[in-house]
């Protein structure tokens, strides 16, 4: 098993920043890919970004590229998402997920994924 904590979710303006954590535990060794996915209403979930558990691959979706970074602090098995330029249609709920079924790097639907967060609140203020 794997249990993921999101944080750092919050109310931002449009056009701030704001990082969103995800603290990794349990079997950790498992872990082959962490993603970040949104959920706002009406929408399906979205992929927003991955990376591989050692950190040294990353994978945007195309309306984050440049905006966003997705990265893993190694000592704390902890991903971050720092989020900048942020627009309103990016309020959703955001969640953290672990890929541990596959190695392979194709990643970016959240059916792939194994273990997810509870989730965090991101609202940006127009």
């Known amino acids: 098993q794997v249990q993921l904590v999101e944080s750092g979710g919050g109310l931002v303006q449009a056009g701030g920043s704001l990082r969103l954590s995800c603290a990794a535990s349990?079997?950790?060794?498992?872990?082959?890919?962490m993603g970040w996915f949104r959920h706002a209403p009406g929408k399906e979930r979205d992929f927003v970004a991955a990376?591989?558990?050692?950190?040294?691959?990353?994978y945007y979706e195309d309306s984050v590229k440049g905006r966003f970074t997705i990265s893993r602090d190694n000592a704390r098995n902890t991903v971050l998402l720092q989020m900048s330029s942020m627009k309103h249609e990016e309020t959703a709920v955001y969640y953290c997920?672990?890929?541990?079924?596959?190695?392979?790097?194709?990643?970016?639907?959240?059916?792939?994924?194994?273990?997810w967060g509870q989730g965090t609140q991101v609202t940006v203020s127009s």
């Open positions: 997920a672990a890929r541990v079924t596959s190695k392979r790097w194709d990643s970016w639907t959240a059916s792939q994924y194994d273990y």
């Open positions: 990376i591989n558990w050692s950190g040294d691959r990353t």
């Open positions: 349990g079997r950790t060794f498992s872990i082959n890919h």
